[in-house]
């Protein structure tokens, strides 16, 4: 249930608590609107230090709601607030079973790739000429309906991800979304893909549509971590689908593209940072920015074809060395397993 909000001290290990903390950050980043909401709820706002980034002060404030018994006032005012979407993630993190990401597969050895501090390489790519037809804007809108929300009920929990469909009410998403981990890879009984779901240019949540999935039609691979499920009819009419093919080979340098649900709220996409660092045969690289939740979501070119499937981060160094990237299963590779499956 939802009584990691009444643990003293509040347990930052839970993956719903930290979830909440980046939920919260993303969506109130202004420090008077927080502090605001904190005045509202009956904190002291001297207990806080305003002169943080946005997402320690969310840290400190849970803490110190928490600490005061006055954590579920807080989020009870952010719930009953304007902000739709925000309520409807804060229900699934506190009301019941709280949906979280879904767990990724453990790191092995090696996963890294092609690791180097920063270089001529670097430096030469930030002088780079970054303008880009307004036709790449049209695409890109073109085909983000095609991609879905996901909230999974799998026998470990409920969990939410992203998912795109490619042709025939198939929905494409990662095998860690579908499936549970450890022996037997249990699938899930239960998904839902929320299509629609957005803001629009005043921050307003648009009215979405659920359509279901049906469980006993999900097959996935687990090397590769793709799974695949079909929709049942009702997908939004006008629906496009991703095409599985037509890409070119991706290079160190070029740059790509990620529509996704991150946070389990409402659909972005991600165009910054977003150089590739690494190819190879089977993953690709880059600097494209994702959250939790964004697991299942499609990598693009710059013509928006599809290159890859995103599934993980993935981190080398320490300290002051440690840097991160995000990874994609190159998508000729799931396209492969697709078709020895019988799916395609």
């Not at 990691?4 to 290990?13: E, I, V």
């Not at 709820?41 to 320690?56: C, D, E, K, S, T």
């Not at 270089?119 to 030469?124: K, Y």
């Amino acid at each position: 249930m939802s009584d990691f909000l009444d643990r003293l001290p509040f347990d930052w290990t839970e993956p719903a608590a930290r979830e909440l903390c980046d939920l919260l950050s993303e969506t109130y980043w202004k420090i008077d609107s927080v502090a605001a909401l904190a005045q509202q709820a009956g904190i002291p706002r001297a207990r806080i230090n305003w002169g943080q980034p946005a997402h320690l002060v969310w840290h400190d404030l849970i803490e110190s709601a928490r600490n005061q018994n006055r954590l579920r006032q807080l989020l009870a005012r952010i719930e009953a607030g304007a902000d739709a979407a925000v309520a409807v993630r804060l229900r699934e993190l506190t009301h019941g079973p709280p949906v979280v990401e879904a767990p990724e597969p453990p790191a092995g050895p090696g996963e890294w790739k092609e690791f180097s501090s920063p270089d001529a390489l670097e430096r030469q790519i930030f002088r780079e000429h970054s303008l880009l037809d307004v036709a790449f804007l049209r695409r890109g809108l073109e085909l983000a309906p095609a991609v879905a929300r996901l909230l999974v009920t799998r026998p470990t929990g409920r969990f939410h991800g992203t998912a795109f469909h490619i042709g025939d009410d198939l929905l494409l998403t990662n095998h860690h979304v579908l499936f549970d981990p450890g022996p037997g890879n249990a699938r899930a009984t239960r998904v839902e893909a929320w299509f629609g779901y957005e803001k629009d240019v005043h921050g307003q949540h648009l009215a979405h549509t659920v359509v279901m999935g049906l469980p006993d039609t999900i097959v996935g691979g687990e090397e590769h971590d793709w799974a695949v499920v079909r929709a049942r009819p009702g997908l939004p009419e006008g629906t496009p689908t991703v095409a599985l093919d037509g890409a070119a080979p991706v290079a160190v340098g070029d740059r790509v593209y990620i529509i996704q649900h991150p946070n389990g709220g409402a659909k972005k996409v991600g165009v910054h940072h977003n150089l590739v660092r690494h190819v190879d045969d089977e993953v690709l690289q880059y600097w494209t920015d994702t959250e939790a939740g964004s697991s299942g979501s499609p990598v693009f070119d710059e013509r928006w074809r599809l290159v890859g499937l995103h599934h993980r981060w993935v981190c080398q160094g320490e300290g002051d060395t440690r840097e991160y990237r995000n990874q994609g299963i190159r998508i000729e590779r799931v396209r492969a397993d697709l078709t020895a499956a019988g799916v395609l």
